[in-house]
Each structure stands twice: as C-alpha cells, then as structure tokens.
C-alpha cells in the first residue's frame, strides 16, 4: 500500500529555511546521493554530472513508486537518502545503463554525511558573487567563537539554465566548531 509521498524539505524544514542574514543551524545526520567533481556549477561538467545524479534519483524514486515501496520530492541537488543498503543504486544504475543514457551516472555514490552546527545563509546572485555572503556567515562564526571546518556545502534552489544569474538563489552552508 502506498503511503504518502516523502518530502525531505517539508520534513527538515529547520534545516532549509535560510535567510539572507547568516544563522547557525543544527544540522542532522543523512544519506544523500553523491558526485565528485570539479569546476563552476554553471560548466559543462557539472550539468553532465547533475544529468547523472538525477537520472539515478528519478530512475530510483520512479522504481520505488512503481513497486509499491513509496514516492518521494526529488531535493533540490541534494540527492538526499533514507533507505538502508545500496541495492536501490544497483538497481538505478543496471536500468541506465540499460537505456544507454550518458555515463555520469555510474560517478553517483550513496553516503552518510553528518555536518552537525552550520552557519547558513540564503545567496541571491551569481555565484561569482558568493564570496561576499560566505564573508558575512564566516564574520557570525567568528562572533559566536566558531570557526568553519569541513566542506563548503551548496544547496541549489535555482536551475541556471533556466533563472538569470542576478536571479539564482543558493543556500551556503559551512559546518562550524569551537576555535
């Protein structure tokens, strides 16, 4: 029997409701859906790695729904995850290839990342401009006696192709601990 349809967003709303003013956020631990790469994310790399990572969550979300094991929201380029084990990704990636869809797919890996207290803040511009808002969010740790630690983490609110840069809305995310 299906239940109704999973919205991680919804469900973590603490977590992405970012301002344009720097806060500290607790963020929990989750599985996601992950690509390395490199370069800009409006190069031609990053659009054929994000192809990969959503042909896998749909194709996994659509498997999923069709075999009664529930829907979900497909995130914003977060490939979040809740399910246990890597079978769902064996699955995806076996009918991609099947389909003989381009390879960036077989790059996409389940992980656990667990960032704990954030500073966050919402970026509204190109992402040339982002340094400007990380300079804000690193002045908040610094005044709250925290230092950022771990990766830069982008959450893409904004599709470049189709939203003009002046446009884009981004949330920055650093994980912070004690100096």
Same mark, same amino acid.
């Given at each position: 029997?299906?239940?109704? *349809?999973?919205?991680?967003?919804?469900?973590?709303?603490?977590?992405?409701?970012?301002?344009?003013?720097?806060?500290?956020?607790?963020?929990?631990?989750? *599985?996601?859906?992950?690509?390395?790469?490199? $370069?800009?994310? $409006?190069?031609?790399?990053?659009?054929?790695?994000?192809?990969?990572?959503?042909?896998?969550?749909?194709?996994?979300?659509?498997?999923?729904?069709?075999?009664?094991?529930?829907?979900?929201?497909?995130?914003?380029?977060?490939?979040?995850?809740?399910?246990? $084990?890597?079978?769902?990704?064996?699955?995806?990636?076996?009918?991609?290839?099947?389909?003989?869809?381009?390879?960036?797919?077989?790059?996409?890996?389940?992980?656990?990342?667990?960032?704990?207290?954030?500073?966050?803040?919402?970026?509204?511009?190109?992402?040339?401009?982002?340094?400007?808002?990380?300079?804000?969010?690193?002045?908040?740790?610094?005044?709250? $006696?925290?230092?950022?630690?771990?990766?830069?983490?982008?959450?893409?609110?904004?599709?470049?192709?189709?939203?003009?840069?002046?446009?884009?809305?981004?949330?920055?995310?650093?994980?912070?601990?004690?100096?």
């Amino acid at each position: 029997m299906m239940t109704d *349809k999973l919205d991680l967003y919804r469900q973590h709303k603490d977590e992405y409701a970012a301002k344009k003013t720097p806060a500290l956020v607790k963020v929990g631990p989750a *599985k996601y859906l992950t690509i390395a790469g490199r $370069g800009a994310p $409006g190069g031609d790399a990053f659009q054929a790695a994000v192809g990969g990572l959503y042909s896998m969550a749909f194709t996994i979300k659509m498997t999923r729904k069709l075999s009664g094991k529930g829907d979900y929201k497909v995130c914003h380029l977060e490939g979040l995850w809740w399910a246990p $084990g890597k079978a769902d990704l064996a699955k995806a990636r076996a009918a991609l290839a099947a389909k003989g869809k381009p390879p960036e797919f077989k790059a996409v890996k389940l992980e656990r990342i667990a960032e704990g207290l954030c500073v966050q803040a919402l970026h509204v511009g190109p992402f040339a401009d982002e340094p400007a808002t990380v300079a804000k969010m690193d002045e908040l740790a610094a005044a709250e $006696g925290l230092k950022p630690h771990g990766r830069h983490h982008e959450i893409y609110l904004s599709d470049p192709r189709r939203v003009p840069p002046e446009r884009l809305r981004t949330i920055l995310r650093h994980p912070v601990r004690k100096k």
